[in-house]
């Protein structure tokens, strides 16, 4: 308990007002195995880890906690549009190095990364295997980890009260 989608759970439990019995089940590979066995009933989950699963009616979407639809899942309504006041942050993906890096190697890197995200080839591959990539910089992404964790924060301080 504690992590990224535990909190996204606690915000969708009081956004709905609902009532949840929130367990750890571990991993996302274990969550799908959990839900494919009846041992947990909603689970938050990547899109692209359970694609297969919504195809085959095994999973029902009951939403995305995002403020709009997104292309890869235009289908999918927001939880937002069906009455459920919630837009959590996405939970990005960054590489961090350690704190003794060289400014030399992250800009290095920075710079690797904002030409792969861009250079068209790159972008087919990526979509082929249906991901939405983006360049964040490493200040925009130090932002974004600094939103996201106010997020969490913000849920775990209001269950302190």
Do not use: H
């Amino acid at each position: 308990m504690g992590a990224y989608t535990y909190y996204e759970l606690l915000a969708f439990e009081k956004a709905a007002d609902i009532d949840l019995d929130l367990v750890d089940v571990g991993s996302n590979s274990d969550k799908i195995a959990a839900m494919l066995s009846g041992q947990i009933d909603l689970m938050p989950g990547a899109y692209i880890n359970c694609k297969d699963y919504l195809e085959a009616g095994q999973f029902l979407c009951i939403g995305a906690p995002t403020a709009e639809r997104y292309e890869l899942i235009k289908d999918i309504p927001t939880l937002k549009e069906q009455g459920v006041d919630l837009v959590y942050p996405n939970c990005e993906f960054s590489f961090y190095f350690p704190k003794d890096t060289s400014d030399e190697v992250i800009q290095w890197y920075d710079d690797l990364v904002k030409n792969m995200v861009a250079d068209p080839a790159a972008q087919e591959a990526i979509a082929k295997v249906e991901m939405m990539p983006y360049y964040l910089s490493a200040a925009d992404s130090e932002a974004n980890d600094a939103k996201i964790y106010n997020t969490i924060k913000e849920i775990a301080d209001s269950l302190a009260k």
